[in-house]
């Protein structure tokens, strides 16, 4: 069974999360011969205060 964890800043929408579970999913199953049923996703909102890139907080950078 294939896991896969997706850490992603908080905010993304329902529908955004459904379309990349779907997405990844079919990667998974075209590149790794595996049942779609057998593919768990993990997605892991940060927040952005707590994660940094560069030495900065994403919460102290101008939104993207």
């Given at each position: 069974?294939?896991?896969?964890?997706?850490?992603?800043?908080?905010?993304?929408?329902?529908?955004?999360?459904?379309?990349?579970?779907?997405?990844v999913?079919?990667?998974?199953?075209?590149?790794?011969?595996?049942?779609?049923?057998?593919?768990?996703?993990d997605?892991?909102?940060?927040?952005?205060?707590?994660?940094?890139?560069g030495?900065?907080?994403?919460?102290?950078?101008?939104?993207?």
């Amino acid at each position: 069974m294939p896991l896969v964890s997706i850490k992603i800043l908080e905010g993304r929408t329902i529908e955004q999360k459904r379309g990349m579970a779907k997405d990844v999913t079919e990667a998974i199953v075209k590149n790794v011969g595996c049942p779609a049923a057998a593919v768990q996703i993990d997605i892991v909102e940060l927040k952005p205060e707590n994660i940094s890139q560069g030495g900065k907080l994403f919460s102290d950078k101008p939104p993207m």
